[in-house]
Nanobody, 126 residues
Framework: QVRLVESGGGLVQAGGSLRLSCAAS????????VGWFRQGPGKEREFVAA????????PYTDSVKGRFTISRENAKNTVYLQMNSLKPEDTAVYYC???????????????????WGQGTQVTVSS
């Protein structure tokens, strides 16, 4: 069965950093783009960043550009989200998701993704 497992969340002070990991199993990893989404309390889920199978395409939402970096290590079936200069508004549950490459118009829409992880909590204190 397909599994996506996020890790690396936690509590940090504003200005700090975290590195999230998304470990995938049960799917042909290089056939899938992987995205990160987040959902704060009482808010809708929003796109954060995504990466195409070989890293050629890396869209980011404007609010994280210059602070977050998405990458992948295909030999380990893992995608990372390096988060620097964290702000309280980054507080959310962060989810990774996998989208079969070539089946979606873009990588920005959560409903296009085929598989989802359980999420990891990121809390940024002021």
């Amino acid at each position: 069965q397909v599994r996506l497992v996020e890790s690396g969340g936690g509590l940090v002070q504003a200005g700090g950093s975290l590195r999230l990991s998304c470990a995938a199993s049960g799917l042909p990893f290089t056939m899938y783009a992987v995205g990160w989404f987040r959902q704060g309390p009482g808010k809708e889920r929003e796109f954060v960043a995504a990466i195409s199978p070989y890293g050629h395409t890396k869209p980011y939402t404007d609010s994280v550009k210059g602070r977050f970096t998405i990458s992948r290590e295909n030999a380990k079936n893992t995608v990372y989200l390096q988060m620097n200069s964290l702000k309280p508004e980054d507080t959310a549950v962060y989810y990774c998701a996998a989208d079969l490459w070539g089946t979606s118009k873009d990588l920005l829409t959560g409903s296009d993704y085929d598989y989802w992880g359980q999420g990891t909590q990121v809390t940024v204190s002021s």
